[in-house]
Structures are given as structure tokens and as C-alpha cells.
């Protein structure tokens, strides 16, 4: 009887451990995506190399790869229209998680103006971060807008 009892609080012991787990990396890589979104979604004009090392510091895997295959051309668009840009985090919420992998989504707004449009214009939209926990730091490795 004794075996049974310390066999089941075995069981029971990993599992709360895991669910531990669980909600630890729910509130990492919720922050961890609130900050990679503003990094994502704010431009300085004058630190455009700045921003795209940020947001390439904070990704992995293959929105890495498309971002960095597209941050010449990103760039010289940004620059040549002068676009700024300030986001903002208005919520985000888990859509599901592992202790190693957290699907985030946030709902963002973004002032936006360029040399065509000087007086900022509001867009809001809902992007899906998908973050991965790789050597101790939360990464964005995908984003979907749906």
C-alpha cells in the first residue's frame, strides 16, 4: 500500500511540476513577445539599423531567415520614405503552450507617417507570435497575420 501512495505522489508531483512549468513560460514569453512586437513595430528613422539588429536579435528560426532575407530591401524603403513609426501593445493573450514553446497573440497599434503622409495614421492589427525558448532567451521564430 505504501508503494501505491508514493507512486501516485510521484505521478502527482510531475505533473503539477509540469503544469509549473507551463505557466512559467506563459508569462516569459508573454513578455518576451510584448517587447520583440514593439521592437517589431516602432521605426526610428534615424536608428533604422539599430531597429532591424533589434528585431533580428529577438527571432530565430524562419521569421529569422524571411526577416533577414527582407531587411535590405526594408530598409531602403523606410530610409527613401523617411517612415517612422511608434507600436503599441494593446493586449496579448496565450493561444497555446508548451514549457518550451508559447503561441502569443497581440492585438498592436501603430502610428505610422511617412514624407507622403506627415500626420500620423493609426493601424491596428492582430498578429500570432510564435516564441521558442532557446538557450534561456524567448524568441520569435514565426508570425502569422490572421
Known amino acids: ?24 513560460a506563459k508569462t516569459d514569453a ?46 531602403t524603403v523606410l530610409v527613401e520614405n523617411e517612415a517612422a513609426a511608434h507600436g503599441r501593445v ?8 508548451s514549457a518550451h514553446k508559447v503561441e502569443v497573440m497581440l492585438f498592436v497599434d501603430q502610428s505610422v507617417r511617412n514624407k507622403e503622409l506627415p500626420q500620423p495614421q493609426m493601424d491596428r492589427s492582430r498578429i500570432v507570435l510564435v516564441m521558442e525558448k532557446i538557450d534561456g532567451r524567448w524568441l520569435a521564430s514565426d508570425i502569422e497575420h490572421p
Not at 528613422?45 to 529577438?58: E, T
Open 30 to 75: 508573454v513578455a518576451a513577445a510584448k517587447d520583440f512586437t514593439m521592437k517589431l513595430a516602432t521605426i526610428d528613422p534615424d536608428a533604422v539599423d539599430q531597429n532591424q539588429a533589434d528585431v533580428l536579435d529577438g527571432s530565430t528560426g524562419r521569421f529569422r531567415d524571411m526577416y533577414s532575407e527582407t531587411m535590405e530591401d526594408l530598409r
Open 1 to 24: 500500500m505504501l508503494a501505491v501512495l508514493l507512486i501516485v505522489s510521484a505521478v502527482e508531483g510531475g505533473f503539477l511540476y509540469q503544469h509549473h512549468r507551463v505557466e512559467v
Open 90 to 97: 494593446v493586449e496579448a493573450a496565450v493561444k497555446s503552450a
